[in-house]
């Protein structure tokens, strides 16, 4: 069963953020992967909101809701 987690290093430990549910003593094999905050992430992202969106729609939504009534 493939588990990912994040977990921090203390004294040498790593600790997990959240709560693992694995028997006591089982032993695992881990690989660690350095969390960067580049912008890779966010060229990677790119085009992933495509045709998800009916942009003309949105616009004249976002119109009607701006405009104030009249008095």
Avoid: C, I, Q, Y
Avoid at 10 to 26: A, F, M, N, Q, W
Avoid at 37 to 57: E, I, M, Q, Y
Wanted: glycine share 6%; charged share 35%; proline share 6%.
């Amino acid at each position: 069963m493939p588990l990912t987690l994040r977990a921090r290093v203390h004294r040498g430990t790593l600790e997990p953020v959240e709560d693992v549910e694995l028997p006591e003593g089982k032993e695992v094999t881990v690989t660690v992967v350095e969390e960067t905050r580049d912008r890779a992430r966010f060229r990677r992202a790119a085009g992933s909101w495509k045709g998800t969106l009916d942009v003309k729609a949105f616009l004249r939504n976002v119109s009607a809701d701006r405009r104030l009534p009249s008095e």
